[in-house]
């Protein structure tokens, strides 16, 4: 996974797919994200329960662990299947899933000396719910490295010609479990595992070379164009 998603849509819509009364939710504002090109290191919306609320938060796309900042090491954006039951991601694990909601992800593949970029996108058009972890805590202010990592998992069934990894995306009926901290982390990891959507329910297309960098945020971004 390259580290770009979209988030185009009014936060109450996602809230809404995943079932929850609109009297559970909590700081969902009312207009569209309307942003067609999410990068890491900047604030984005998720989602995560709370007292048996469903609370929105802006969180930055990043993490750096304790371990992490004694090495001088760079922060991560995203955090593997694989090693969600390791020491290193426990504690997050136990109290820190969220979801982060989108609509699909970019993938940049190198040609030469060029970065092409394609969009990911659901075949049956509706919301997705990408598993992530946090250490940001509800009404806290932020500090510095603390942030969201998006789950990811290996790439099969086609999609492997676009990248080997990518980012882990639930049915809204997982989402809610995955949210759930009632739930054990190894639970959790189940459901993640068990759970997350096939290369099967994706499209995915080339599209404007605009998406490698930061200041276009529109729909043009998501156009597909013909394969260079």
């Given at each position: 996974?390259?580290?770009?998603?979209?988030?185009?849509?009014?936060?109450?819509?996602?809230?809404?797919?995943l079932g929850f009364d609109p009297q559970l939710l909590i700081d969902f504002p009312e207009e569209a994200i309307n942003n067609y090109n999410c990068s890491p290191g900047a604030p984005h919306w998720t989602m995560r329960l709370h007292d048996g609320m469903l609370v929105a938060e802006e969180i930055k796309w990043h993490w750096l662990s304790s371990w992490a900042k004694k090495k001088g090491m760079t922060p991560a954006i995203n955090a593997k299947l694989e090693k969600l039951l390791t020491p290193y991601y426990r504690g997050l694990m136990?109290?820190?899933?969220?979801?982060?909601?989108?609509?699909?992800?970019?993938?940049?593949?190198?040609?030469?000396?060029?970065?092409?970029?394609?969009y990911i996108k659901p075949k049956s058009g509706e919301e997705l719910f990408l598993a992530a972890l946090t250490d940001?805590?509800?009404?806290?202010?932020?500090?510095?490295?603390?942030?969201?990592?998006?789950?990811?998992?290996?790439?099969?069934?086609?999609?492997v010609d676009i990248h080997d990894r990518r980012p882990l995306a639930l049915t809204?009926?997982?989402?809610?479990?995955?949210?759930?901290?009632?739930?054990?982390?190894?639970?959790?990891?189940?459901?993640?595992?068990?759970?997350?959507l096939t290369s099967e329910s994706f499209d995915w297309y080339q599209v404007s070379k605009d998406v490698?960098?930061?200041?276009?945020?529109?729909?043009?971004?998501?156009?597909?164009?013909?394969?260079?």
């Amino acid at each position: 996974m390259c580290g770009r998603i979209t988030q185009t849509k009014e936060m109450k819509r996602y809230a809404k797919r995943l079932g929850f009364d609109p009297q559970l939710l909590i700081d969902f504002p009312e207009e569209a994200i309307n942003n067609y090109n999410c990068s890491p290191g900047a604030p984005h919306w998720t989602m995560r329960l709370h007292d048996g609320m469903l609370v929105a938060e802006e969180i930055k796309w990043h993490w750096l662990s304790s371990w992490a900042k004694k090495k001088g090491m760079t922060p991560a954006i995203n955090a593997k299947l694989e090693k969600l039951l390791t020491p290193y991601y426990r504690g997050l694990m136990k109290q820190g899933r969220i979801i982060v909601p989108a609509d699909g992800w970019y993938e940049r593949i190198k040609s030469g000396n060029e970065r092409i970029p394609w969009y990911i996108k659901p075949k049956s058009g509706e919301e997705l719910f990408l598993a992530a972890l946090t250490d940001h805590e509800p009404g806290q202010p932020d500090t510095p490295g603390v942030g969201f990592v998006i789950v990811t998992n290996e790439t099969a069934g086609g999609m492997v010609d676009i990248h080997d990894r990518r980012p882990l995306a639930l049915t809204a009926e997982d989402a809610a479990l995955w949210m759930d901290l009632s739930f054990s982390y190894e639970q959790a990891e189940q459901v993640a595992r068990q759970s997350a959507l096939t290369s099967e329910s994706f499209d995915w297309y080339q599209v404007s070379k605009d998406v490698n960098g930061h200041k276009y945020r529109d729909d043009h971004l998501i156009q597909p164009v013909e394969p260079a």
